[in-house]
């Protein structure tokens, strides 16, 4: 089975399990969907501020050479409940599949965790002290967030949304990911 095909079943099964949702529970999830973009735009915002993107430009973007494990079933979820039509990752080209010719496939608000919430050495010397406090602030708060999430379906989603499911193919998991209270 190749990365697009469990990618493919992957985000069929979610999407799924998303509509068959009830209501309280869609609810709380939408809550939660909303405070992650909140916090992400956020989180971008201090960064974009010393404007990286000339620091990118430079090392040709080697944070993002990798990545295809950083698409989260929780990032799955906040396109789900925004009703953000969602990207198609290129697999197989050596790259991060979340990179079109230019730029991240996804807007800031919607990229997964570790994306945005890393910076590397260049970018962060740039930062004043308080923005380099207001940013890991914006980290913690998402990694609540996130975990706010989890504990609504009793499930650990920060390994990738396509790690998520091919665990669940090697161990024949037959339950469905969101299985919620």
Same mark, same amino acid.
């Given at each position: 089975? $190749?990365?697009? /095909?469990?990618?493919? @079943?992957?985000?069929?099964?979610? $999407? %799924?399990?998303?509509?068959?949702?009830?209501?309280?529970?869609?609810?709380?999830?939408?809550?939660?969907?909303?405070?992650?973009?909140?916090?992400?735009?956020?989180?971008?915002?201090? =960064?974009?501020?010393?404007?990286?993107?000339?620091? &990118?430009?430079?090392?040709?973007?080697?944070? &993002?050479? %990798?990545?295809?494990?950083?698409? $989260?079933?929780?990032?799955?979820?906040? #396109?789900?409940? %925004?009703? @953000?039509?969602?990207?198609?990752?290129?697999?197989?080209?050596?790259?991060?599949?979340?990179?079109?010719?230019?730029?991240?496939?996804?807007?800031? /608000?919607?990229? *997964? #965790?570790?994306?945005? $919430? #890393?910076?590397?050495? @260049?970018?962060?010397?740039?930062?004043?002290? %308080?923005?380099?406090?207001?940013?890991?602030?914006?980290?913690?708060?998402?990694?609540?967030?996130?975990?706010?999430?989890?504990?609504?379906?009793?499930?650990? #989603?920060?390994?990738?949304?396509?790690?998520?499911?091919?665990?669940?193919?090697?161990?024949?998991? =037959? =339950? *469905?990911?969101? @299985?919620?209270?």
């Amino acid at each position: 089975m $190749t990365d697009r /095909d469990k990618w493919r @079943q992957a985000v069929a099964a979610v $999407t %799924s399990e998303y509509a068959a949702l009830v209501p309280s529970l869609r609810e709380r999830l939408q809550t939660l969907c909303e405070s992650i973009l909140t916090t992400k735009s956020g989180v971008h915002a201090v =960064t974009e501020a010393v404007s990286p993107a000339a620091i &990118c430009a430079g090392c040709g973007g080697a944070c &993002c050479a %990798s990545g295809k494990y950083h698409f $989260t079933v929780v990032d799955l979820l906040v #396109f789900l409940s %925004s009703g @953000q039509p969602l990207f198609e990752p290129h697999f197989g080209r050596g790259l991060c599949p979340y990179l079109g010719e230019r730029s991240c496939l996804m807007a800031p /608000d919607y990229r *997964p #965790f570790n994306c945005l $919430t #890393f910076n590397c050495e @260049q970018v962060e010397a740039l930062l004043a002290p %308080s923005e380099v406090a207001c940013f890991y602030a914006g980290e913690r708060e998402l990694r609540r967030l996130y975990a706010g999430v989890e504990e609504l379906f009793g499930n650990r #989603f920060m390994h990738g949304l396509l790690m998520n499911y091919e665990r669940g193919l090697l161990i024949g998991m =037959t =339950t *469905p990911l969101l @299985q919620g209270e």
